[in-house]
């Protein structure tokens, strides 16, 4: 069993910065495979980053060269660094990490990016 817990995200205008982390209840040297999915308003959930246990980074095209995945594993904690925002950035971002066959999720946070 895995418990996420997400923190940051909000409101910020195009152009701007955000860092999302994901806390593990668990060392995340353990964790498979640990990312961030997000959901726009009235579409479908969409991959936006994976990081593989050993080091391996998958980007979603419409990220790519904005957004960076990162995991500490001193602290159990994954983060996204999300810069130059743009407003089809707007979503609920899920964190998630696959343990030995299963997927566990984080609760979501908010990013919203508007002038």
């Known amino acids: 069993q895995v418990q996420l817990v997400q923190s940051g995200g909000g409101l910020v205008q195009p152009g701007e910065s955000l860092r999302l982390s994901c806390e593990a209840s668990?060392?995340?040297?353990?964790?498979?495979?640990m990312g961030w999915y997000r959901q726009p308003p009235g579409k479908q959930r969409e991959m936006v980053a994976v990081?593989?246990?050993?080091?391996?980074?998958i980007y979603a095209d419409s990220v790519k060269g904005r957004f960076t995945l990162s995991r500490d594993h001193v602290n159990n904690t994954a983060y996204l660094e999300m810069n130059s925002l743009k407003f089809e950035d707007t979503a609920l971002y899920l964190c998630y990490a696959e343990l030995q066959g299963t997927i566990y999720w984080g609760q979501g946070t908010q990013v919203t990016v508007s002038s």
């Open positions: 668990t060392s995340i040297f353990r964790i498979e495979e």
């Open positions: 990081s593989k246990r050993w080091g391996s980074r």
